[in-house]
T-cell receptor, first 110, second 116 residues
């Protein structure tokens, strides 16, 4: 059965801390891995990772994929209260299907 | 730029009632998707449409039907609503169709549906 598991499920840190969110996957016909940020409404796209070992960066956020060990991490440095959200990881299966993890709820306290 | 628009935003139904959730995208995307999001379970794919005129079942299709009305619009219908269908429903779209078109899905703001 295809599955994506995220850890931790919930994380509370102080503003300025660095956090690492984890995503492990077992997805048949795996194509790529996606990270989304979900605040109150629509998940918004962060990263698409297709190749192992190549870090993608956007400001204070970065992510990397390990296709041998079947996991990905999302790092956020110098966290801000605006980073508080649920972070979703999804494996792309074949041409169309996304298999989502449960999400990690990140809370940044001032 | 509206992106993916879903209507309504909220709806309360009684068990047995029918309802159609609407989704439209203005990005000229080929593929469209319907998901449901339940606490602790992430998003699960209900149905998808790789292109105008085609639809396929996802992980949890039972109790739902879909229509790809044209390239812009993809609707989700509950024929006889059940309390187990209480959820937040998200529509998404993607430019590509096939395996080699590596673009992410873009989501609408969701419809919160409660079945009493």
């Amino acid at each position: 059965e295809d599955k994506v598991v995220q850890s931790p499920l919930s994380l509370v840190v102080h503003e300025g801390d660095t956090v690492t969110l984890n995503c492990s996957y077992e997805v048949t016909n795996f194509r790529s891995l996606l990270w989304y940020k979900q605040e109150k409404k629509a998940p918004t796209f962060l990263f698409m990772l297709t190749s192992s070992g190549i870090e993608k960066k956007s400001g204070r956020l970065s992510s990397i994929l390990d296709k041998k060990e079947l996991f990905s991490i999302l790092n956020i440095t110098a966290t801000q209260t605006g980073d508080s959200a649920v972070y979703l990881c999804a494996g792309v299966q074949g041409a169309q299907k996304l298999v989502f993890g449960q999400g990690t709820r990140l809370t940044i306290n001032p | 730029n509206a992106g993916v628009t879903q209507t309504p935003k909220f709806q309360v139904l009684k068990t047995g009632q029918s309802m159609t959730l609407q989704c439209a995208q203005d990005m000229n995307h080929n593929s469209m998707y319907w998901y449901r999001q339940d606490p602790g379970m992430g998003l699960r794919l209900i149905y998808y449409s790789a292109s105008e005129g085609t639809t396929d079942k996802g992980e949890v299709p039972n109790g739902y039907n879909v229509s790809r009305l044209n390239k812009r619009e993809f609707s989700l219908r509950l024929e006889s609503a059940a309390p187990s269908q209480t959820s937040v429903y998200f529509c998404a779209s993607r430019l590509g169709q096939g395996v080699d078109s590596n673009q992410p899905q873009h989501f609408g703001d969701g419809t919160r549906l409660s079945i009493l």
